[in-house]
């Protein structure tokens, strides 16, 4: 067992049901975190849901329903499109848990008796769908910068928190950090934008609104939402403010990397690190602000309709097809486009002719020329070798990418392989070697490199394509899957029997979609 993985997504916000948006992430964390299990770290992997706030308040009331049971029902929404999408993760949390209110309230009263919390007015202008302040000179034509809507003119009594006494720290932390937030744009967005014109202290309580944790010590006030979500990531570790933290804590704080998106990359890389800073604990190691899917040009939203949810995706398409596609189409640094046509093209063209019609092929040839038996006789060429040696080369290939959170050239890493055993099948021609007796053993180390070369790539599919991986590995009939058997090219045991060729992925008709 390596060290210990803390992973961590944003908390989906129970305004509405997820869209692709939204899932993107927690597939792209899922496998970052089944990689590192892979590799043999102690992986702890936390989402959930940020239940609070003056948006659900006022979709709860439009409902006709309470707000608990507003966010009970599309928490219920969240979690079973996380399920769907076959994510493994550790923990899902909920704003609304009791402990988890306490230790928030606990940690607002702690700041404030330090001084790092004071009492004050607030003058601005207000996005509520976003929850958030700005000042005249951030709207971008007189609305809201991250959404594009109205905003209303606030006035109101409030908490603040001093980001602007840490704003030096914070600076020199980040430049003394160059990993701390990736990738370098977004650095340079938070660095320029916000942290070097000088930190404005943060409203961090509201009055205008009830739902929420309240201010302990004032009752007219409740807990601003970024204080309540943000602190998820230590509260529902064991993080006591006022006493000995747990085991769990201890153990998994600080957090590998925090996985958001864009769009909230400032209250992760500027409000956190100073909440962080104020009660002496750990930075994060890496915040990462993932792109968004676009759908067309637009960015997906919930308000302008334009949305796409995972599950009927998968419903139509299959769940690894749709984890291929949040995986491998959205970029490192830029957004991503989604369109039914592309995520057809990828089922046909990657899923079912590079990968399906490999394994198809492969295993169908080792049933029809030695009745499934495997054996390995090693008459062995040069076109052998090559093939050897390019499969070994896929661990380094992969680990250097997923260091980098570069997923979609890992995928591609894994999928050159397979596209180089399609070669291997071209270069060898195992049915013109069926045809001379003499031929037995040399078609045999064919079939045998094939069906190696695959169960060895396909140890690397685990974490992206888990359903995929393991119905490979049946047809295989091999239970050698872990990362051990990819020191050297052979773990496959001779005189095993393969199974039964199934088609992996269907092809897709275009026009009838």
Known sequence: MKDKYYISTAIAYTSAKPHIGNTYEIVLADAIARYKRLLGYDVYFQTGTDEHGQ??????????????????????DVKKIWDIMDT?????????????????????????????????QYEGLYCTPCESFFTESQLVDGKCP??????????EEAYFLRLSKYSKWLEDYIEEH?????????????????????????????????????????????????????????TFLGYNVNGKSSE?????????????????????????????KALNLEMPKQIFGHPWVL??????????????????????????????????????????????ELLIERINGDLANVLGNLVNRTIGMVNKYFNGLITNPKIMTDIDKDLIDTVLSLPKRVDEKMNDIRIADAIDAIFDIYRRCNKYIDETEPWVLAKEDKNKDRLATVLYNLVEAIRYTTVFL??????????????????????ETTSEFGFYPENTIVNKPEVLFQRVDVKKV
Not at 201 to 223: E, N, Y
Not at 250 to 274: C, E, M, N, S, T
Not at 464 to 478: E, G, H, M, V, Y
Request: a negative charge; proline letters at 5%; aromatic letters at 14%.
């Open 295 to 340: 759908f067309g040009t637009d960015k997906m939203s919930k308000s302008k309709g334009n949305i796409v949810y995972a599950d009927e995706l998968v419903n139509e398409f299959g769940q690894d097809a749709v984890r291929y596609y949040f995986l491998h189409e959205i970029p490192f640094g830029s957004d991503g486009v989604f369109t039914r």
């Open 55 to 76: 948006k659900i308040e006022q979709k709860a009331t439009e409902a006709g329903k309470t707000p608990q049971e507003y966010v009970d029902e599309i928490y219920s």
């Open 248 to 276: 769990k804590f201890q153990k998994y704080w600080p957090a590998d990397l925090h996985l958001i998106g864009k769009d909230i990359l400032r209250f992760h890389a500027i409000y956190w690190p100073v909440i962080l």
């Open 146 to 155: 991250d959404c594009g809507r109205e905003v209303t003119v606030a006035s």
């Open 462 to 483: 685990q974490p992206f394509l888990p359903s995929t991986a393991n119905k490979i590995f049946q047809q295989l009939n091999t239970e050698q899957t872990t990362y």
């Open 178 to 234: 160059p990993s701390f937030i990736v990738p370098e744009s977004r650095k340079n967005e938070i660095m320029n934008n916000f942290i070097k014109p000088g930190l404005q202290d943060l409203c961090v309580s509201r009055t205008a609104f009830r739902w929420g944790i309240p201010v302990k010590f004032d009752q007219d006030h409740v807990i601003y939402v970024w204080i309540d979500a943000l602190s998820n990531y230590i």
């Open 88 to 120: 493994s993760y550790d923990k899902f949390v909920r704003t609304t848990d009791e402990e988890h209110m306490q230790q928030v309230s606990a940690i607002f009263e702690k700041l404030y008796q330090q001084g790092d919390i004071y009492k004050g």
